[in-house]
């Protein structure tokens, strides 16, 4: 089993940054790939970004390439997500999960975090 605990979200302005944070315990945290993804409300869990093991291959959706950076520090158990220049859209609950590799659905991550809520303003 591999635990995870996100934190770094809260309400923002529009232009506005975050960084996330997601913490694993459990197994090892470098034989994972993770992700991000998000939940708005009424809407469907989507893909935001994910990072292979060994952090030489990122992926990022179309709606947050070159405003978020994905990264790890396989050190520290943890995988951030650097949040800049921040929509109204942006607006949803931000998951953290791990998978085998950097799958860019859903369905590949077998271990998923509570969530953290991120609400930007307009």
């Known amino acids: 089993q591999v635990q995870l605990l996100e934190s770094g979200g809260g309400l923002v302005q529009a232009g506005d940054s975050l960084r996330l944070s997601c913490v694993a315990s459990?197994?090892?945290?470098?034989?994972?790939?993770m992700g991000w993804f998000r939940q708005a409300p009424g809407k469907e869990r989507e893909f935001v970004a994910a990072?292979?093991?060994?952090?030489?291959?990122?992926s990022y959706a179309d709606s947050v390439k070159g405003r978020f950076t994905i990264s790890r520090d396989n050190a520290k158990n943890t995988v951030y997500l650097e949040m800049n220049s921040l929509k109204p859209d942006d607006t949803a609950v931000y998951y953290c999960?791990?998978?085998?590799?950097?799958?860019?659905?859903?369905?590949?991550?077998?271990?998923w975090g509570q969530g953290t809520q991120v609400t930007v303003s307009s």
């Open positions: 990072i292979s093991r060994s952090v030489g291959r990122l």
């Open positions: 999960a791990a998978a085998k590799f950097a799958f860019t659905t859903t369905a590949g991550y077998d271990y």
């Open positions: 459990g197994r090892t945290f470098s034989n994972y790939a």
